[in-house]
């Protein structure tokens, strides 16, 4: 049985991710605060499993973080607790620096000084540090650019836990994987702001002029990807996880409209797009060459118009997931 301590196991990604690794073999220990972006736990299929426990804590707080991480002295840490929603990093910084920084040197810290023989920190970041790219693909060795202090925070930390590899041979592997989308996302992030839009016929709030380019990742093929890499990645290593579907905002938006409108029994749903003032500092394109994970034996599995369309389907079925 491994111990495996999961940060922000409550949020989008992390809920995501102990559904898939609770079983028998694994005890799970999720350290969450319950923020506003924690999935209620009404949701969740893990939470009376006999092989799990919730700690409502703060990361930043090196004293609590300290004593869990003693009391049961980890083989494995996935690290996904993060304020991540680049809209608020605008309006208000300082939180972002406490949960994405500090509480990440608070874990890498607590991590060294255990005193065993560690396995791995898995941290998991973001295609955003490395800015915006016009044409090409970022990859492992791209340079680092944060453009927001979302993005800012998260460079911070990515480099926070490749000098605890480099300066304490901490066993550290860092993912920088692209935009996600499935069940269990927060309403504020973009597709389910669409859906929950078309939900109550209001307007879509496209921002600019809805060019700028993401590429979208289904949430279980992410989840895949750092249990592969949790067997088979190098220590020490980066790794860029993307799915190589790119997509504008705006197309993105009228997809969704389309499928929406045919799963629903509506029409013209696209009439409710509307632009509204771009957000500052607006990064043009994200885009990964994943070819390293890919090497290592690791593939995506779904694609985006298949899964895009069971996530309709999903937020359709909860749609009090979304008020
Ligand atoms: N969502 C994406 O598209 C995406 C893409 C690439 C990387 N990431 C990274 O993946 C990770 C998870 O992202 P997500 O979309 O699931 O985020 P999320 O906002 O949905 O969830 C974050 C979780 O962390 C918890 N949390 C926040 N601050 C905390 C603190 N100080 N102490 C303890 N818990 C705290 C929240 O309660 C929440 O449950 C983040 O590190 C993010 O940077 C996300």
């Not at 694994?26 to 350290?31: G, P, T």
């Not at 972006?37 to 804590?57: G, I, M, Q, T």
């Not at 879509?204 to 700028?212: A, C, L």
Request: charged share 25%; hydrophobic share 30%; glycine share 6%.
């Amino acid at each position: 049985m491994s111990n495996i301590l999961v940060t922000g196991g409550l949020g989008f990604i992390g809920s995501n991710f102990i559904s898939k690794i609770i079983h028998k073999e694994n005890f799970v220990v999720n350290i969450d605060s319950e923020t506003y972006a924690s999935v209620d736990k009404s949701f969740l299929n893990f939470e009376s499993n006999h092989n799990y426990r919730h700690y409502n804590l703060d990361i930043a707080d090196y004293q609590k973080v300290n004593n869990i991480i003693k009391k049961y002295s980890f083989d494995i840490i996935f690290h996904f607790a993060a304020e991540s929603h680049v809209d608020n990093s605008i309006e208000s910084s300082f939180e972002f620096c406490n949960t994405n920084v500090i509480g990440t040197l608070n874990l890498l810290e607590s991590y060294r000084k255990l005193n065993k023989k560690h396995k791995l920190f898995i941290h998991i970041s973001t295609d955003e540090v490395f800015g915006s790219i016009k044409d090409g693909f970022f990859d492992e060795n791209s340079n680092y650019k944060p453009n927001s202090p979302y993005s800012a925070s998260k460079a911070s930390s990515d480099h926070f836990v490749r000098s605890y590899f480099k300066t304490h041979n901490l066993p550290v592997i860092i993912t920088n994987c692209s935009n996600n989308f499935g069940p269990y996302q927060n309403k504020e992030k973009f597709i389910p702001t669409i859906i929950n839009s078309l939900i109550n016929k209001k307007n879509i709030p496209v921002y600019g002029d809805g060019k700028n380019i993401r590429e979208w990742i289904h949430v279980e093929d992410h989840v895949d990807g750092l249990i592969h890499l949790s067997k088979n990645g190098k220590v020490g290593e980066s790794y860029c996880i993307g799915s190589g579907e790119e997509y504008s905002n705006i197309d993105i938006v009228k997809k969704i409209c389309e499928f929406y409108d045919v799963l629903n029994g509506t029409k013209d749903s696209d009439k409710l797009i509307s632009f509204v003032k771009d957000r500052k500092g607006h990064d043009y394109r994200y885009a990964l060459n994943s070819s390293k994970i890919i090497k290592s034996g690791w593939n995506c599995k779904m694609n985006f118009k298949d899964s895009i369309k069971n996530t309709i389907t999903w937020y359709l079925k909860n749609k009090s997931f979304l008020s």
